[in-house]
């Protein structure tokens, strides 16, 4: 049975964070390693920034490209493996919370920069996290997500927001149980930055110099004053 | 020989002016019918403005659409054909003017609202054009642009700003020499708007009722103070 819930793509990352934590560390995923890694770390160090939130930090990889450059980085992840693994191989400050767990109560610092690098794939986790974070960023915060493209999404189904089913096509066979993901379109990743309190300053669109196409989308919203 | 350039757009226009006006007045185009007239309609009538700049208004059918709220429209157009139709057909000001010749001195009146409805299809005028457009706007002045989407494009061609061929695909044999088109990502549109001192206020993507697909792209910048 499908199961489409915010919980059950926490249940399956929990299943997968072993060869998750050996393909990062392989450099496995070649979208990434050509394209995807570097445009984060290119729209980071393009922001003001000291300090970093990494939410969805995963095993680390952003932390130990980041605080080379003097950014002190606080990783935020829901799977015990995986923060694990980022508190071994990476400098920073890392906890184990679930988005819907984060409050300006539980990370009392306050960051110039928010990051979402593939880590938005649910429904009210996301919209929660929306909620939240801009009372964790400084005045002039920036909040940074990296996602699927919609616009080059699968074409079975309509261009409109919903739950979609997960696949781990073109990863090793040791990867089980994918995670669903909610879907949205560009006019939702805007309408969620818009009503949640930031201006649109950046929207990039990745390309990769192989195909000519679409590797990912970033936006960068500012807090409005 | 293909001939990619912002002069050809305006030659191909000139001979295909009096099928477009039966085109629009027959509501022949599906799409337009459908889905992106009342799209921008929509749009515009959800901004406080009083009067509004109409750049490449072709037969007028926007001004017919707008003048019964209450709206004054100027409409511009470099087709003398369309224009002459225009002031035939609709309430308000007409004037034959090609973008590149656009200036705050030959428009002296301030607008609310200036709007570009799928008549942004070249490159350096479109460049000239978000250059002066500001200057004609108030302070709290608006600026929507109603184009194809661009991830939704044809896929033989990388995803890149560039030149492509025009096609009447789907359009009555009256019809002939298609203008080509200066094809843009969203990342380059929002540039323009952004480089252009617009805030993105807002993004929309119109989605076909019958296909689900997106019929076009909708971005409403507003001047930044």
Not at 93 to 102: D, S
Not at 200 to 218: F, M, R, Y
Request: aromatic residues 10%; contains cysteine; proline residues 4%.
């Amino acid at each position: 049975m499908r199961v489409f819930s915010d919980k059950k793509i926490i249940d399956s990352w929990r299943k997968n964070a072993a060869p998750w934590i050996v393909a990062i560390q392989e450099n496995q995923i070649e979208s990434r390693r050509l394209i995807t890694d570097q445009a984060i770390i290119d729209r980071v160090m393009s922001l003001p920034a000291k300090n970093v939130l990494d939410i969805g930090c995963g095993e680390g990889w952003l932390a130990r490209k980041l605080t080379p450059s003097g950014l002190s980085v606080t990783g935020l992840d829901v799977v015990p493996e995986l923060v694990q693994e980022a508190k071994k191989s990476a400098t920073g400050k890392f906890h184990v919370m679930a988005y819907e767990e984060l409050s300006v109560s539980k990370v009392s610092e306050k960051f110039d920069v928010a990051i979402c690098n593939f880590s938005l794939l649910g429904k009210e986790s996301v919209e929660h996290l929306f909620k939240v974070v801009r009372g964790m960023l400084n005045k002039d915060g920036y909040f940074i997500v990296q996602t699927l493209h919609p616009s080059f999404s699968d074409e079975h189904y309509a261009y409109e927001d919903g739950w979609r089913e997960g696949s781990w096509t073109g990863f090793r066979s040791e990867f089980s149980d994918p995670a669903p993901w909610y879907f949205r379109t560009i006019e939702s990743w805007l309408r969620l930055f818009r009503e949640h309190g930031y201006g649109l300053v950046h929207l990039k669109e990745p390309i990769s110099p192989a195909t000519g196409n679409v590797a990912s989308l970033i936006m960068v919203g500012r807090v409005s004053r």
